[in-house]
């Protein structure tokens, strides 16, 4: 069975294995303890941030971690899947947060050679200017 939860702070240590598999595959471009302080927070409920994760037979597969700026843009600051239903079920999941929060837009910086990166720009139409994805929603 698929399914796409919000996570909350039951989440923290299923979340932090999936950090550490996406900080394994890229470089984190701060440091690792600022990144994981900064999505514990993220797990506390809070109407313009959530994270998601997604499950496949009760394990999980991906999240993503997306914030509404005031500017309309919904922020994307980490997304990991392991499979290529997960990163299509996350974005539409973004998607549909962005729109209930009044966003435009979603945003984020990114590596050129993610597989996330190059199924939004396929898939999607989205732009990417120098390590900044965009897209509109």
């Known amino acids: 069975m698929r399914e796409i ?19 394994s595959k890229a470089p984190c471009p701060y440091p690792l303890s600022q990144a994981l302080r900064a999505l ?19 394990t999980p597969v991906g999240y993503v971690w997306v914030e509404a700026l005031d500017n309309g843009t ?13 990163g299509r079920a996350l974005l539409e999941e973004l998607i549909r947060f ?9 945003g984020g910086i990114t590596h050129r050679d993610s597989s996330f990166v190059k199924a939004m720009i396929r898939r999607y139409g989205a732009r990417l200017e120098g390590y900044l994805l965009s897209r509109e929603v």
């Open 5 to 23: 939860r919000r996570a909350g702070p039951e989440h923290y240590t299923v979340l932090m294995g999936l950090v550490e598999k996406l900080f």
């Open 74 to 86: 919904a922020w994307v600051h980490h997304a990991y899947s392991e499979r290529v239903w997960v």
């Open 98 to 106: 962005a729109k209930s929060r009044g966003c435009h837009k979603l």
């Open 40 to 58: 514990s927070n993220a797990l506390v409920p809070n109407p313009l941030s959530a994270v998601f994760l997604a499950f496949e037979d009760g």
